[in-house]
């Protein structure tokens, strides 16, 4: 196994990694480059914590290798610009422990991205393959439609 | 635009240099002790006491000695002090507690962190509320009963003087300490943050990336392990081939880990752990890793056969824990019903899976870990260190999840030994099938439940039959009975008014590691006799909420005087926190009105009903679902009342509930973890699935209002899912499932 140096634009930034190319982007951007809000959550594609962006499009970073982003834009949620999505989710009081929270909101974004009014069916497709342990889903659901103005946002309390 | 070199096989303190000689904002968390708890606790300016400090800048430093693992303590605790204290929340920092006897107990598990920490974290606020205030006195030379305080200001009304804290911070810290008899509390009505839903002070970090969990930990020329453990319970290394291992690019050391004989305790496991520069280096390096496992005594464990037994022994008479009047003998076919309920094996399953990191010097060890236990990882890191508690120090990050897993500090245990061993600091990261496969697992269990039925067929006697192998087996080599304290949650416990009530348990002999997960053996107990009821009812021809009310009898407080065992009550006095049936039916009546609003099932519909008292918390708990013509199941909604008493947070209280719903229904659909020839059969999320959007119903939970001691919140939502669920489908299809998860019987 010989390591090779690549390039890496992530979060509008060139990164010059010397990795083996089969280093997931997972490992390489929390181990090699600090960027931890990219979760760990299964290793296998199955949870959503590690969703990044691709080109704009959902990644899971646990399986994605680092060459397969070679000139590609890549985005973790430490560069995610995405505002009013993150008021919703503040609005609605989403996390729990926040873990998976990274990979909720990079999932929500690229849905967002596609489908600026997305129905609920729509909403579960996107978010599918994102496990929140804690239960969050509902008010997921909620500040993804509050985000897209399709309810008002609302106060979630007792 | 920068740019930067990283290097696979670099150490860490290399790629800080790196980060240092880029500078820009690339570094996000990468400065080695740069997470937010531990800067805030060393900034401080006067201490009050051990939970308050003010700074000469205004600000309020709240320390937060219990674990984060979503229920919002780090919210709830801070809210609480500010309280008393008369703080501006804006003004609020909260600093995460080490590992420290001082506090007390800082065991993050049992729902007990407001519940036991409420009155205590009162009188600390008010104490260092009158210091200010008697400071402010002393300044203005008035008596302290002149002066009010509020909004982190203390103020003279007479004379128009007022101080902030910040400035008499200094003056107050020098003030006798006032005794707690003679602190002066709010009334109620008085709170302006107890009772109110402020957002969690996490909640920016956790959408930005910025918050820290023992899985982010990095220090400086860390290294990280991946560690093969044996695959079945009680089996150790026989021999094994690193030479592949070492060669993976980045791998550092392999290095062997004893297994501890006896009981498993929170000891490591053993196995061979992979030290590498990063975590795929040391995961590459322990797929390459060839182990041979010594024999164990379960090797023949097998999980489909083990409950058969154990449906075998309750259906035996077994060991007495509790008789309500006398024992009924003669139970004729024509009038008893029986049943009974299998629960298999469950893992705990946190987004994060357990972690932490040690650092050994020549002085002592300080770990930074995502555990609900601090000084229990102080203990046994000692112990196994051979160092005085003293010489450990423990940090603790935020938790992404823990579900009782976290409160076991194995896996601390395991990072101090590797970094002794390797001489550098180590990470221990547990992989998605680590932690599946070598927890603490929920007990395999299986419940009899048994009555004689009189006019309108009520029963008139009861018996119930309980069989799991306890987490006493984990601290006590050949425990084989249910403990008393075990059969205490939701077994013994339920204060059913009938004329005979009989509890047994039977033998059960561990075969692997037990631990207690998110309500403990509330899950199997609840499943129970909440199925029971609900059998009863529909024999009985009436609504479960009505077959409930009936069964729970006159509204008083249950004291389970005279019948030959002691409750425990979740370490509390009955007094303060009573089996009290009206709260019962307070519950049930407020779920009973809102399935009402709801409407009636529709075509293959049907609701299901369940309550459950547990860590001195009542939630009654109604789902209704859909049951399609092939077997498909759809769980529409769900209504869930908790009556925690006095509520500090009432968001934070709603979201526990909802978590707990979907907490319920993921075990309740989903959940096993099966063993054959000594192993765990599933390893990830494809075989031990999750909950996900798709699945889950829409919510509502209504809190009772309440100015009873605060009870439990994190885990008494959870109980009575299961059995509501069961029962919905029994209305909706006629299909009584008996044996978890549902996921065996319909498409979920």
Same mark, same amino acid.
């Given at each position: 196994?010989?390591?090779?140096?690549?390039?890496?634009?992530?979060?509008?930034?060139?990164?010059?990694?010397?990795?083996?190319?089969?280093?997931?982007?997972?490992?390489?951007?929390?181990?090699?480059?600090?960027?931890?809000?990219?979760?760990?959550?299964?290793?296998?594609?199955?949870?959503?914590?590690?969703?990044?962006?691709?080109?704009?499009?959902?990644?899971?970073?646990?399986?994605?290798?680092?060459?397969?982003?070679?000139?590609?834009?890549?985005?973790?949620?430490?560069?995610?610009?995405?505002?009013?999505?993150?008021?919703?989710?503040?609005?609605?009081?989403?996390?729990?422990?926040?873990?998976?929270?990274?990979?909720?909101?990079?999932?929500?974004?690229?849905?967002?991205?596609?489908?600026?009014?997305?129905?609920?069916?729509?909403?579960?497709?996107?978010?599918?393959?994102?496990?929140?342990?804690?239960?969050?889903?509902?008010?997921?659901?909620?500040?993804?439609?509050?985000?897209?103005?399709?309810?008002?946002?609302?106060?979630?309390?007792? | 635009?920068?740019?930067?070199?990283?290097?696979?096989?670099?150490?860490?303190?290399?790629?800080?240099?790196?980060?240092?000689?880029?500078?820009?904002?690339?570094?996000?968390?990468?400065?080695?002790?740069?997470?937010?708890?531990?800067?805030?606790?060393?900034?401080?300016?006067?201490?009050?006491?051990?939970?308050?400090?003010?700074?000469?800048?205004?600000?309020?430093?709240?320390?937060?000695?219990?674990?984060?693992?979503?229920?919002?303590?780090?919210?709830?605790?801070?809210?609480?002090?500010?309280?008393?204290?008369?703080?501006?929340?804006?003004?609020?920092?909260?600093?995460?507690?080490?590992?420290?006897?001082?506090?007390?107990?800082?065991?993050?598990?049992?729902?007990?962190?407001?519940?036991?920490?409420?009155?205590?974290?009162?009188?600390?606020?008010?104490?260092?509320?009158?210091?200010?205030?008697?400071?402010?006195?002393?300044?203005?030379?008035?008596?302290?009963?002149?002066?009010?305080?509020?909004?982190?200001?203390?103020?003279?009304?007479?004379?128009?003087?007022?101080?902030?804290?910040?400035?008499?911070?200094?003056?107050?810290?020098?003030?006798?300490?006032?005794?707690?008899?003679?602190?002066?509390?709010?009334?109620?009505?008085?709170?302006?943050?107890?009772?109110? !839903?402020?957002?969690?002070?996490?909640?920016?970090?956790?959408?930005?990336?910025?918050?820290?969990?023992?899985?982010?930990?990095?220090?400086?020329?860390?290294?990280?392990?991946?560690?093969?453990?044996?695959?079945?319970?009680?089996?150790?290394?026989?021999?094994?081939?690193?030479?592949?291992?070492?060669?993976?690019?980045?791998?550092?050391?392999?290095?062997?880990?004893?297994?501890?004989?006896?009981?498993?305790?929170?000891?490591?496991?053993?196995?061979?752990?992979?030290?590498?520069?990063?975590?795929?280096?040391?995961?590459?390096?322990?797929?390459?890793?060839?182990?041979?496992?010594?024999?164990?005594?379960?090797?023949?464990?097998?999980?489909?056969?083990?409950?058969?037994?154990?449906?075998?022994?309750?259906?035996?008479?077994?060991?007495?824990?509790?008789?309500?009047?006398?024992?009924?003998?003669?139970?004729?076919?024509?009038?008893?019903?029986?049943?009974?309920?299998?629960?298999?094996?469950?893992?705990?399953?946190?987004?994060?899976?357990?972690?932490?990191?040690?650092?050994?010097?020549?002085?002592?060890?300080?770990?930074?870990?995502?555990?609900?236990?601090?000084?229990?990882?102080?203990?046994?890191?000692?112990?196994?260190?051979?160092?005085?508690?003293?010489?450990?120090?423990?940090?603790?990050?935020?938790?992404?999840?823990?579900?009782?897993?976290?409160?076991?500090?194995?896996?601390?245990?395991?990072?101090?030994?590797?970094?002794?061993?390797?001489?550098?600091?180590?990470?221990?990261?547990?992989?998605?099938?680590?932690?599946?496969?070598?927890?603490?697992?929920?007990?395999?269990?299986?419940?009899?439940?048994?009555?004689?039925?009189?006019?309108?067929?009520?029963?008139?006697?009861?018996?119930?039959?309980?069989?799991?192998?306890?987490?006493?087996?984990?601290?006590?080599?050949?425990?084989?009975?249910?403990?008393?304290?075990?059969?205490?949650?939701?077994?013994?416990?339920?204060?059913?008014?009938?004329? !005979?009530?009989?509890?047994?348990?039977?033998?059960?002999?561990?075969?692997?590691?037990?631990?207690?997960?998110?309500?403990?053996?509330?899950?199997?107990?609840?499943?129970?006799?909440?199925?029971?009821?609900?059998?009863?009812?529909?024999?009985?021809?009436?609504?479960?909420?009505?077959?409930?009310?009936?069964?729970?009898?006159?509204?008083?407080?249950?004291?389970?005087?005279?019948?030959?065992?002691?409750?425990?009550?979740?370490?509390?006095?009955?007094?303060?926190?009573?089996?009290?049936?009206?709260?019962?039916?307070?519950?049930?009546?407020?779920?009973?009105?809102?399935?009402?609003?709801?409407?009636?099932?529709?075509?293959?519909?049907?609701?299901?009903?369940?309550?459950?008292? !547990?860590?001195?918390?009542?939630?009654?708990?109604?789902?209704?679902?859909?049951?399609?013509?092939?077997?498909?199941?759809?769980?529409?909604?769900?209504?869930?009342?908790?009556?925690?008493?006095?509520?500090?947070?009432?968001?934070?209280?709603?979201?526990?509930?909802?978590?707990?719903?979907?907490?319920?229904?993921?075990?309740?659909?989903?959940?096993?973890?099966?063993?054959?020839?000594?192993?765990?059969?599933?390893?990830?999320?494809?075989?031990?699935?999750?909950?996900?959007? !798709?699945?889950?119903?829409?919510?509502?939970?209504?809190?009772?209002?309440?100015?009873?001691?605060?009870?439990?919140?994190?885990?008494?939502?959870?109980?009575?899912?299961?059995?509501?669920?069961?029962?919905?489908?029994?209305?909706?299809?006629?299909?009584?499932?008996?044996?978890?998860?549902?996921?065996?019987?319909?498409?979920?």
């Amino acid at each position: 196994m010989s390591d090779t140096v690549l390039t890496l634009k992530i979060n509008g930034k060139l990164f010059q990694l010397d990795a083996d190319p089969k280093m997931p982007v997972l490992w390489a951007v929390r181990d090699m480059l600090g960027l931890t809000g990219t979760k760990y959550g299964c290793g296998a594609g199955l949870c959503g914590a590690c969703t990044i962006h691709v080109d704009g499009k959902p990644a899971r970073a646990c399986l994605t290798s680092l060459s397969q982003v070679q000139g590609k834009e890549l985005t973790t949620i430490e560069g995610l610009e995405a505002d009013k999505l993150k008021q919703a989710w503040t609005e609605h009081k989403v996390p729990q422990c926040g873990y998976c929270q990274p990979g909720q909101l990079m999932s929500a974004a690229a849905l967002l991205s596609q489908n600026n009014k997305p129905s609920d069916s729509d909403i579960d497709e996107a978010m599918a393959g994102n496990i929140c342990r804690c239960g969050t889903y509902t008010r997921i659901k909620l500040a993804i439609k509050s985000a897209s103005g399709q309810i008002k946002a609302q106060e979630v309390t007792a | 635009m920068s740019s930067f070199t990283a290097t696979q096989n670099f150490s860490r303190r290399d790629v800080l240099k790196l980060f240092g000689a880029t500078g820009g904002g690339l570094a996000l968390g990468a400065s080695g002790l740069g997470w937010s708890p531990m800067v805030m606790a060393q900034s401080a300016e006067s201490r009050l006491n051990l939970f308050i400090a003010i700074g000469e800048d205004n600000k309020v430093y709240l320390t937060c000695h219990r674990s984060e693992m979503g229920q919002g303590i780090r919210t709830g605790i801070a809210q609480v002090l500010a309280d008393e204290l008369g703080a501006d929340w804006d003004n609020v920092v909260v600093v995460q507690g080490l590992a420290d006897k001082r506090y007390g107990s800082q065991n993050t598990d049992g729902s007990r962190s407001i519940r036991k920490g409420f009155d205590k974290m009162r009188e600390m606020g008010a104490m260092a509320r009158t210091m200010l205030e008697q400071a402010a006195a002393d300044k203005w030379q008035i008596s302290i009963a002149e002066v009010s305080t509020s909004n982190n200001r203390v103020s003279h009304a007479k004379s128009g003087k007022s101080a902030t804290f910040g400035e008499l911070a200094m003056a107050a810290s020098k003030v006798k300490l006032p005794d707690v008899e003679t602190l002066s509390l709010k009334s109620p009505k008085e709170y302006t943050h107890i009772g109110a !839903s402020h957002a969690i002070v996490d909640m920016q970090d956790m959408l930005t990336g910025k918050a820290q969990y023992g899985y982010d930990v990095q220090v400086d020329g860390m290294l990280c392990a991946s560690i093969t453990r044996p695959p079945v319970f009680g089996s150790e290394v026989a021999k094994f081939d690193d030479s592949a291992a070492r060669k993976v690019a980045g791998v550092v050391d392999v290095i062997q880990l004893s297994a501890t004989k006896g009981a498993p305790m929170f000891h490591p496991l053993g196995g061979v752990a992979v030290i590498a520069t990063n975590s795929w280096s040391a995961l590459e390096g322990r797929k390459a890793l060839q182990i041979e496992w010594t024999d164990s005594i379960n090797d023949s464990h097998d999980s489909q056969a083990y409950l058969n037994m154990l449906k075998e022994r309750v259906s035996q008479p077994g060991k007495l824990m509790r008789q309500q009047g006398k024992e009924v003998t003669d139970w004729p076919a024509d009038s008893t019903i029986s049943a009974l309920y299998t629960v298999p094996y469950l893992a705990h399953a946190p987004m994060e899976a357990p972690s932490a990191t040690a650092s050994v010097t020549a002085s002592g060890c300080e770990v930074w870990a995502s555990t609900q236990t601090p000084q229990s990882v102080q203990q046994n890191v000692a112990a196994a260190l051979g160092l005085k508690e003293e010489q450990v120090k423990v940090n603790v990050t935020l938790l992404g999840g823990g579900f009782g897993r976290k409160s076991k500090s194995d896996y601390c245990v395991e990072a101090a030994l590797l970094s002794k061993k390797a001489g550098k600091p180590v990470k221990v990261c547990w992989s998605r099938e680590d932690e599946i496969q070598n927890g603490y697992l929920h007990a395999i269990s299986a419940q009899l439940y048994q009555a004689k039925l009189g006019t309108d067929n009520m029963p008139e006697a009861i018996l119930q039959r309980s069989g799991f192998p306890s987490i006493g087996s984990t601290f006590s080599e050949g425990a084989d009975y249910p403990a008393g304290w075990e059969l205490d949650l939701g077994f013994v416990d339920v204060p059913l008014a009938v004329k !005979s009530l009989r509890c047994e348990a039977v033998k059960a002999e561990a075969h692997t590691r037990i631990g207690w997960m998110r309500s403990v053996c509330n899950i199997q107990h609840a499943f129970g006799i909440g199925s029971f009821v609900d059998e009863l009812a529909v024999k009985a021809k009436k609504p479960c909420t009505v077959m409930w009310k009936e069964l729970l009898g006159d509204v008083r407080q249950e004291t389970f005087a005279n019948q030959e065992f002691k409750y425990g009550n979740y370490g509390e006095d009955l007094a303060r926190h009573p089996v009290d049936i009206a709260r019962y039916r307070g519950v049930i009546d407020a779920v009973e009105q809102a399935m009402k609003k709801a409407g009636t099932a529709g075509h293959n519909q049907g609701w299901g009903f369940a309550v459950h008292r !547990s860590f001195t918390a009542f939630v009654a708990t109604a789902l209704l679902v859909e049951v399609s013509e092939d077997n498909q199941l759809k769980v529409l909604k769900a209504i869930s009342a908790i009556d925690a008493g006095t509520v500090v947070n009432p968001d934070r209280v709603k979201s526990q509930t909802e978590g707990a719903v979907m907490f319920g229904l993921s075990l309740a659909m989903m959940g096993e973890i099966d063993f054959k020839e000594g192993k765990v059969v599933q390893s990830n999320f494809h075989d031990y699935p999750m909950l996900r959007m !798709s699945q889950c119903p829409a919510i509502q939970t209504i809190v009772i209002e309440s100015d009873a001691p605060p009870a439990g919140v994190g885990e008494p939502g959870v109980p009575p899912v299961a059995p509501s669920l069961t029962s919905a489908i029994f209305a909706a299809s006629g299909m009584r499932i008996r044996d978890l998860p549902v996921s065996k019987r319909l498409k979920v």
